[in-house]
């Protein structure tokens, strides 16, 4: 059973950046100096465990005022079609609805964008490149929109 949770303490914050560097840089060769950046100072973290390994992680932060940007969505390769990355969702939407946030905003991969579609949220954009890579922005509504 996958673990998820607010990181607490600089330990569980090491573990996340270990599966981000593990998934964005080696994995998918973003540039190490894109991958970490000034948000991740005020950014709520969230980091996946299974026992004592980190395997998934993701992080929140205050875009607009009443929205929030889900940003750095992980999970390691080996660890996919697990619904880890499902359950990390669960856990962002559950802090964001508690930070009063009402609308989610996020830019996905774009093979990844039929994932974020089946949790309810919309394609608001046409296909553009960041770090290199293809991605659709995506939103949804926090207001009654978990089942």
Do not use: C
Not at 6 to 24: M, S
Not at 51 to 74: I, M, Q, S, W
């Amino acid at each position: 059973m996958v673990d998820v949770r607010v990181v607490a303490d600089e330990d569980e914050r090491a573990d996340a950046f270990a599966v981000r560097h593990a998934v964005f840089v080696a994995e998918q060769g973003v540039d190490e100096t894109l991958e970490y950046d000034a948000y991740d100072a005020d950014a709520v973290h969230f980091v996946a465990y299974d026992g004592d390994e980190a395997v998934g992680a993701a992080r929140l932060r205050e875009y607009e005022p009443k929205t929030g940007k889900v940003e750095r969505v992980a999970v390691l390769n080996s660890r996919r079609e697990e619904g880890i990355g499902r359950a990390l969702m669960a856990a962002v939407e559950d802090e964001a609805v508690a930070l009063d946030l009402e609308t989610l905003v996020l830019h996905s991969q774009t093979h990844a964008a039929d994932f974020y579609e089946a949790l309810g949220y919309d394609r608001s954009s046409d296909v553009f490149e960041e770090a290199g890579i293809p991605h659709v922005e995506m939103h949804k509504a926090l207001v009654n929109s978990r089942p």
